[in-house]
């Protein structure tokens, strides 16, 4: 009778100690402890596998639960338009997010992976976004209130697909515009540059004062971690060839392409991004005097240093050609997480091997890991690891639009505007008889969004929600004004019209990267015919879409008013508010405006500078000017109207003249 009794006490102590295991007490899952003693106590109980696997990052398309659990992947990546399926909902990255995620909670220790993706102007890659304009238009704004909104929307749209991680701002400082990559410079100024670094205030919260400098801040879960990048001198390669050399002296690196990089550092940027560029010769991706000397010793930079995609690879010539040499030289140069991104095995086998050999020691591995580790443990990636649906509805909402909206009408810079301050053409009158839109850039969603948008290389027409410039156009003039959209008239055309004004809008074809490196700089043919021969037989606003200054020269005769409207994104109505007067024009040019290619490179203070737009340079509306006001020159535009006004006015001199 009593032995079953006693089998029942042993099994309920037995179902208590299994039950205490449970709740055994993990000091790197304490939120309360400080995060250097969580990380030290999670490094502490890591396998060498392990630690490389935090040190690895791989593109989605090689994610799978299984495979971050085998390998202890670290963290993933979107590449340019790499995404779940086309149009994909928020409720598809979510879920996207969240199994890679299963697999990595589901390992021995249970260490969350960091998604990332390239929002670099909005969440760029996702259907329904908002797009904001890129970095050289926001450079044009100098205004870094407006950034740092910004960076909060785009950290709530990123946070939206469930993502933590982007990659981004560009913070180089491009100083020769046929560099493909120089719409993603806000100027060819560090200054400018320094001051549009608030964009990291917003993606990742606002530091607190007494913050230790170096140290990575990411404020929760409405925040991102931002990635400064590419360090360093990305904007300064010789001739503007992407991924090239960068040829300066310690002057010139330190004054020009590095100040950037102590503002992000000081607002607490979570991780930096190596260039595939050189600097004097020596790849960055193997510089250990500046990843290891300069920016994680001299700096006290305390967040991750990321490859570029591939970065390792292309350290030699050809790329890939002895990738244990690059994985060893990446690695020592203080490269703490690879984006690999795809041979994930090779990889791992490789630093496994150079670590087991010696050549890359265990104190480097560990110092790379901690910083992965500090990064996920302040943003409180172990507390919340899986992403929910709760912010699903901030992507593409109508603040954020409005705020692209805001910064779509700052960063205009009008370049001409009437042949003399008393004779401006801008703004335009809503009310007019007839209008012609033209151009291969007036109706084309895509081309304004540039590269970076949806896919890698950009798109043509309607690549995502948003408002292109005709229909902006369409919607902010009078019901009587009848516009008339055809891209490119020939003359019989004109000539059959009488239009009251027209507004052309023309510029470069969407592009990213090395595939947009150009040694001519012209504008997508037939946009100087269509300048050409609309302004010829009209009076005619030109408005140029394009991520750089282009050559206009030649044709500025020919019309009435030019605005630089680089690449807006998916907010064309900020165009129209501004062209027909609802609001100023307030933008600055955030780089110099050549007058001819074979000038280049020429920036701001440089002796040969002899500019078509200086640096700087951008009109305002003189308001002080009778009918100038917005309303005003709704009046004077008409054309009838506008004989009323002129007898009118005689009219009322010819009274003064009689009256003194
Ligand atoms: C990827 C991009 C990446 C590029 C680099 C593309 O295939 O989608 O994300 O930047 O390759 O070469
Ligand atoms: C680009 C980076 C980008 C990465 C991931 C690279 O080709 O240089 O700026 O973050 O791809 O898409």
């Given at each position: 009778m009593t032995f079953p009794n006693i089998s029942w006490a042993c099994l309920l102590l037995l179902l208590c100690?299994?039950?205490?295991?449970?709740?055994?007490?993990?000091?790197?899952?304490?939120?309360?402890?400080?995060?250097?003693?969580?990380?030290?106590?999670?490094?502490?109980?890591m396998t060498l596998a392990e630690k490389i696997g935090q040190m690895t990052q791989i593109e989605r398309l090689e994610a799978s639960a299984d495979v971050m659990k085998k390998h202890f992947i670290g963290s993933v990546l979107?590449?340019?338009?790499?995404?779940?399926?086309?149009?994909?909902?928020?409720?598809?990255?979510?879920?996207?997010?969240?199994?890679?995620?299963?697999?990595?909670?589901?390992?021995?220790?249970?260490?969350?992976?960091i998604y990332g993706i390239d929002a670099v102007h909005g969440n760029n890659n996702v259907y329904n976004a908002t797009l904001f304009p890129h970095n050289v238009g926001l450079g044009a704004t100098r205004d870094p209130d407006l950034i740092r909104r910004i960076g909060e929307a785009t950290a709530l749209e990123v946070r939206a697909t469930g993502i933590p991680y982007t990659f981004a701002p560009c913070i180089a400082v491009c100083r020769d515009p046929r560099w493909g990559r120089c719409y993603e410079s806000y100027s060819e100024d560090h200054r400018v540059v320094q001051q549009m670094t608030d964009i990291i205030l917003g993606l990742q919260g606002e530091i607190p004062m007494n913050h230790t400098k170096g140290v990575p801040y990411i404020a929760g879960k409405d925040k991102v971690a931002a990635c400064a990048k590419h360090y360093v001198g990305d904007g300064g390669t010789h001739s503007g060839i992407n991924e090239n050399n960068t040829i300066v002296d310690e002057h010139g690196l330190l004054g020009i392409h590095m100040p950037p990089y102590y503002d992000s550092i000081i607002k607490g940027v979570a991780t930096?991004?190596?260039?595939?560029?050189?600097?004097?010769?020596?790849?960055?991706?193997?510089?250990?005097?500046?990843?290891?000397?300069?920016?994680?010793?001299?700096?006290?930079?305390?967040?991750?240093v990321i490859s570029d995609w591939q970065g390792i690879d292309r350290i030699t010539s050809p790329p890939g050609s002895n990738y244990t040499y690059s994985v060893q030289a990446g690695i020592n140069a203080?490269?703490?997480?690879?984006?690999?991104?795809?041979?994930?095995?090779?990889?791992?086998?490789?630093?496994?091997?150079?670590?087991?050999?010696?050549?890359?020691?265990?104190?480097?591995?560990?110092d790379a890991v901690r910083r992965i580790l500090r990064v996920k443990f302040t943003m409180g990636l172990f507390e919340n690891p899986l992403a929910d649906l709760s912010f699903a509805d901030q992507l593409g909402k109508k603040e954020h639009r409005e705020l692209a909206r805001e910064a779509v009408r700052k960063s205009l810079v009008l370049l001409k505007n009437g042949n003399s301050p008393n004779q401006q053409f801008l703004p335009l009158p809503k009310k007019a008889r007839s209008i012609l839109v033209a151009g291969s850039h007036a109706s084309n969603l895509g081309y304004q969004c540039g590269g970076w948008s949806v896919q890698w290389m950009g798109g043509s027409g309607n690549i995502t929600a948003g408002t292109t410039i005709l229909d902006a156009i369409k919607s902010t003039v009078a019901d009587s004004?009848?516009?008339?959209?055809?891209?490119?008239?020939?003359?019989?055309?004109?000539?059959?019209?009488?239009?009251?004004?027209?507004?052309?809008?023309?510029?470069?074809p969407p592009y990213a990267e090395t595939l947009g490196d150009n040694a001519e700089l012209t504008i997508l043919e037939p946009g100087t015919d269509t300048i050409r021969t609309v302004c010829s037989a009209a009076k005619c606003?030109?408005?140029?879409?394009?991520?750089?200054?282009?050559?206009?020269?030649?044709?500025?005769?020919?019309?009435?008013?030019?605005?630089?409207?680089?690449?807006?994104?998916?907010?064309?109505?900020?165009?129209?508010?501004?062209?027909?007067?609802?609001?100023?024009?307030?933008?600055?040019?955030p780089r110099t405006w050549f007058k001819s290619v074979d000038q280049l490179p020429m920036n701001v203070g440089d002796p040969h500078y002899d500019p078509l737009f200086p640096f700087g340079f951008g009109l305002a509306i003189n308001s002080s000017q009778p009918?100038?006001?917005?309303?005003?020159?709704?009046?004077?535009?008409?054309?009838?109207?506008?004989?009323?006004?002129?007898?009118?006015?005689?009219?009322?001199?010819?009274?003064?003249?009689?009256?003194?």
């Amino acid at each position: 009778m009593t032995f079953p009794n006693i089998s029942w006490a042993c099994l309920l102590l037995l179902l208590c100690f299994a039950s205490m295991g449970d709740a055994v007490y993990t000091k790197y899952k304490d939120p309360k402890q400080p995060t250097n003693t969580r990380i030290k106590d999670l490094i502490s109980r890591m396998t060498l596998a392990e630690k490389i696997g935090q040190m690895t990052q791989i593109e989605r398309l090689e994610a799978s639960a299984d495979v971050m659990k085998k390998h202890f992947i670290g963290s993933v990546l979107s590449g340019g338009g790499s995404v779940p399926a086309p149009q994909a909902t928020p409720s598809i990255w979510v879920n996207m997010v969240n199994e890679f995620q299963k697999g990595s909670l589901s390992t021995r220790l249970g260490i969350p992976m960091i998604y990332g993706i390239d929002a670099v102007h909005g969440n760029n890659n996702v259907y329904n976004a908002t797009l904001f304009p890129h970095n050289v238009g926001l450079g044009a704004t100098r205004d870094p209130d407006l950034i740092r909104r910004i960076g909060e929307a785009t950290a709530l749209e990123v946070r939206a697909t469930g993502i933590p991680y982007t990659f981004a701002p560009c913070i180089a400082v491009c100083r020769d515009p046929r560099w493909g990559r120089c719409y993603e410079s806000y100027s060819e100024d560090h200054r400018v540059v320094q001051q549009m670094t608030d964009i990291i205030l917003g993606l990742q919260g606002e530091i607190p004062m007494n913050h230790t400098k170096g140290v990575p801040y990411i404020a929760g879960k409405d925040k991102v971690a931002a990635c400064a990048k590419h360090y360093v001198g990305d904007g300064g390669t010789h001739s503007g060839i992407n991924e090239n050399n960068t040829i300066v002296d310690e002057h010139g690196l330190l004054g020009i392409h590095m100040p950037p990089y102590y503002d992000s550092i000081i607002k607490g940027v979570a991780t930096v991004m190596v260039s595939y560029s050189s600097l004097n010769g020596v790849k960055m991706h193997a510089n250990h005097d500046l990843v290891t000397g300069y920016l994680k010793s001299k700096l006290h930079f305390r967040g991750f240093v990321i490859s570029d995609w591939q970065g390792i690879d292309r350290i030699t010539s050809p790329p890939g050609s002895n990738y244990t040499y690059s994985v060893q030289a990446g690695i020592n140069a203080g490269i703490d997480m690879v984006m690999v991104p795809f041979n994930y095995i090779d990889y791992i086998n490789d630093v496994t091997y150079l670590v087991k050999k010696g050549i890359i020691n265990m104190s480097r591995i560990d110092d790379a890991v901690r910083r992965i580790l500090r990064v996920k443990f302040t943003m409180g990636l172990f507390e919340n690891p899986l992403a929910d649906l709760s912010f699903a509805d901030q992507l593409g909402k109508k603040e954020h639009r409005e705020l692209a909206r805001e910064a779509v009408r700052k960063s205009l810079v009008l370049l001409k505007n009437g042949n003399s301050p008393n004779q401006q053409f801008l703004p335009l009158p809503k009310k007019a008889r007839s209008i012609l839109v033209a151009g291969s850039h007036a109706s084309n969603l895509g081309y304004q969004c540039g590269g970076w948008s949806v896919q890698w290389m950009g798109g043509s027409g309607n690549i995502t929600a948003g408002t292109t410039i005709l229909d902006a156009i369409k919607s902010t003039v009078a019901d009587s004004t009848h516009v008339v959209h055809t891209e490119n008239p020939d003359e019989n055309f004109m000539k059959s019209n009488d239009f009251s004004f027209a507004i052309v809008v023309v510029g470069e074809p969407p592009y990213a990267e090395t595939l947009g490196d150009n040694a001519e700089l012209t504008i997508l043919e037939p946009g100087t015919d269509t300048i050409r021969t609309v302004c010829s037989a009209a009076k005619c606003a030109v408005v140029i879409i394009s991520g750089r200054p282009v050559v206009i020269e030649p044709y500025l005769p020919l019309m009435e008013a030019l605005v630089a409207a680089w690449l807006p994104g998916t907010e064309g109505q900020g165009v129209a508010d501004v062209l027909f007067g609802d609001y100023g024009f307030t933008g600055k040019l955030p780089r110099t405006w050549f007058k001819s290619v074979d000038q280049l490179p020429m920036n701001v203070g440089d002796p040969h500078y002899d500019p078509l737009f200086p640096f700087g340079f951008g009109l305002a509306i003189n308001s002080s000017q009778p009918g100038f006001s917005a309303s005003g020159a709704d009046r004077l535009r008409d054309g009838n109207e506008r004989i009323v006004y002129a007898v009118l006015s005689s009219v009322l001199s010819v009274i003064l003249m009689f009256w003194a």
